[in-house]
């Protein structure tokens, strides 16, 4: 395992790691469309901590085996069931929600672990795609309580 970044946040930080994260993804050989989405998921990830739990999280960015994973957490109370169980696009007059679908499509595999006591959003991809097809989800074990223990890929 590498470890690529680990950073606190607040909004004011959004900016600068976002360019962060594309650096060090870019680095680690995701590129064009790849590389975009995996970004945008990160950026999605870190803009909810900001905006739904409190303002602030922590970003942890690594590689391991041929994936790189991004990991955002926060001390919020948590994200509505109906919104991380949900695989749907939500209908265009709704508030809120799209922001956990887009990460969903845009990654390999995403992983919430949310609860009243914080978030943890896994985010994953491979950095050497397979042939269209032949991608296989990958399968992560989360804590049972965010902050505690380790995930494995």
Same mark, same amino acid.
């Given at each position: 395992?590498?470890?690529?970044?680990?950073? +606190?946040?607040?909004?004011? =930080?959004?900016?600068? &790691?976002?360019?962060?994260? *594309?650096?060090?993804?870019?680095?680690?050989? /995701?590129?064009?469309?790849?590389?975009?989405?995996?970004?945008?998921?990160?950026?999605?990830?870190?803009?909810?901590?900001?905006?739904?739990?409190?303002?602030?999280?922590?970003?942890?960015?690594?590689?391991?085996?041929?994936?790189?994973?991004?990991?955002?957490?926060?001390?919020?109370?948590?994200? +509505?069931?109906?919104?991380? =169980?949900?695989?749907? &696009?939500?209908?265009?007059? *709704?508030?809120?929600?799209?922001?956990?679908? /887009?990460?969903?499509?845009?990654?390999?595999?995403?992983?919430?672990?949310?609860?009243?006591?914080?978030?943890?959003?896994?985010?994953?991809?491979?950095?050497?795609?397979?042939?269209?097809?032949?991608?296989?989800?990958?399968?992560?074990?989360?804590?049972?309580?965010?902050?505690?223990?380790?995930?494995?890929?």
């Amino acid at each position: 395992m590498r470890t690529l970044l680990t950073q +606190p946040f607040t909004l004011d =930080d959004v900016p600068a &790691l976002r360019q962060s994260v *594309a650096r060090c993804a870019e680095r680690s050989g /995701l590129s064009g469309s790849r590389l975009a989405d995996f970004v945008l998921a990160v950026h999605e990830s870190v803009v909810n901590a900001v905006e739904h739990a409190g303002g602030h999280g922590h970003l942890r960015l690594w590689t391991v085996d041929g994936f790189i994973c991004a990991e955002t957490t926060d001390r919020g109370t948590g994200i +509505p069931a109906r919104y991380v =169980d949900g695989h749907r &696009l939500p209908a265009d007059f *709704a508030a809120t929600g799209r922001g956990i679908f /887009l990460i969903r499509e845009l990654c390999d595999a995403a992983d919430f672990r949310t609860g009243p006591c914080g978030t943890t959003v896994r985010l994953t991809m491979r950095l050497r795609p397979q042939a269209r097809g032949a991608m296989e989800r990958i399968r992560i074990t989360v804590p049972d309580r965010p902050g505690s223990g380790r995930f494995s890929a």
